[in-house]
């Protein structure tokens, strides 16, 4: 029973040392694109997150990297349109709108090296999050299951040898 607890407590503990890590990765950021800025400007976020721009201004604008890694294209005003681009690699990514450059709509996405240093920290969300979920399953899932198992194959045994100690008592 002590063991059973313990392994109990172990689940517990992977669970939440590794489902936090694993929400992490799959963040969504929004900046909206107002007449003629963007809102806000300057963030910084995690590694596997996903910024969204909403166009929430009455002027056409775009989200265009300067590295040329992303371009949303014009999004008409008042249409609400949005656009999104997924940050994996650490870094600082400075962006503009076409039209408003000139009139300071620029900024900026400061990707974290993240705070989980590890080989998946810069593939994409989906490949992360199911890593993360079969390491929890190896570490928490089977050996909890297969020492009930046991538990159960032990109880029955000890029952037998009762049973049958008691049937000889009686019969002697
Ligand atoms: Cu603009």
Request: aromatic share 8%; charged share 10%.
């Amino acid at each position: 029973m002590k063991r059973l607890l313990q392994l109990t407590m172990i689940s517990l503990v992977a669970l939440l040392t590794f489902a936090p890590s694993a929400w992490a990765q799959g963040e969504e950021v929004t900046v909206r694109m107002e007449d003629n800025f963007f809102d806000p400007a300057n963030i910084t976020i995690e590694p596997g997150t996903t910024v969204t721009w909403v166009q929430s201004g009455d002027n056409p604008h775009t989200t265009t990297s300067y590295d040329g890694l992303w371009d949303s294209g014009i999004i008409r005003g008042g249409s609400g349109g949005t656009f999104s681009f997924t940050f994996d690699e650490p870094g600082t990514y400075e962006y503009f709108c076409i039209p408003h450059e000139a009139l300071g709509m620029v900024g900026s996405i400061t990707v974290t090296g993240g705070a989980m240093v590890s080989p998946t920290a810069t593939a994409s969300p989906t490949a992360t999050a199911s890593p993360t979920a079969t390491a929890l399953a190896e570490t928490g899932g089977p050996p909890f299951t297969s020492l009930l198992a046991l538990a159960a194959t032990l109880a029955l045994a000890v029952c037998g040898v009762i049973a049958l100690a008691l049937l000889r008592r009686r019969g002697a």
